[in-house]
């Protein structure tokens, strides 16, 4: 790497010079951080960890109180949901489920919005046109909108709800990569490999990509904690992961019925909900004060 190269590598922020320090310094990478690990270590382990099995059902034992209340115990922390399932097991087993549909979604809407943002920030011209009208054919529609509709023709599961989110997220990172890559391919680095005649695909590969790919990154943080909500609201309203698996969001549209004698059949998953979330943009935010210093998109 060329003293040119470092020098505009550390500008963007990608080169790991310090990073680590700089991201334990900020407090929001930090809880963030933590509180994602905390949500992966109860996915991974969910089997071991969770008290009961999720899926047995028992109407002698419905609608149980979580231990905090006058007659809960500890043998359902949290309480059973209406079909006497333990709302504790449901929630840990439901952590995979939305962790595994943010970061499968974000991964497909990274390829297909940084591929084409790249392109049209590198070739620019008639590329970047064609490429700029498709980013606003999918800017004037509504994501949930189109989700809803795909959903109700094509049916619903898991990865139709991970296929369906990962086509309608990527506009964000098409324009981010786009603008990122705009600016890269302008640097004396990368007109000194076209000087030296290396193919596109060489300069894209190792002179652009590694020194945008912290843009990347900050944008994913924040499109995975999108699927999540995105994910969660398709299935509260019928469309999206369906029973008896434990979606967040399909166990709060089971307990909505209960709401004024049972709150916390919708409040505990919604605050797990909310934590996730949380957690995402809190290190996406992290992300990009340490990786993009000065940026703002």
Known sequence: MTETQ?????????????????ALRHPGFVVGGVLLLFFVLVALGADLLAPHDPYAQSLVRRLRPPVWSANGSWTFILGTDPFGRDYLSRLMHGARIALAVAFASALLAGAIGATLGVLAGYFRGR???VISLLISTRLALPALLVALAVLQ???SGLWIVVLVLGSTLWDRFA???????????????????????????????????PN????????FSYEAGQAVLAAAALSFLGLGIQAPQPSWGLMMAEG???????????????????????????????L??????GERF
């Open 127 to 129: 590329v970047d046109q």
């Open 212 to 219: 945008v790919l912290g843009h990347f990154l900050v944008v």
């Open 256 to 286: 909505r019925s209960w709401l004024l004698v049972n709150p916390w059949l919708i409040a505990n998953a919604g605050v797990a909900l909310m934590l996730l979330v949380l957690a995402m943009n809190l290190v996406g935010d992290g």
């Open 175 to 209: 324009v981010v990569m786009r603008t990122a890559v705009m600016q890269v391919s302008s640097l004396d680095y990368v007109m000194a490999a076209r000087a030296a005649g290396a193919s596109h695909g060489r300069i894209m590969t190792r002179e652009v990509a």
């Open 288 to 293: 990009r004060d340490v990786l993009t210093p």
């Open 6 to 22: 470092v020098t505009a590598t550390d500008s963007i922020g990608v080169r790991p010079v310090g990073l680590w320090r700089r």
């Open 153 to 155: 023709v094509a049916g």
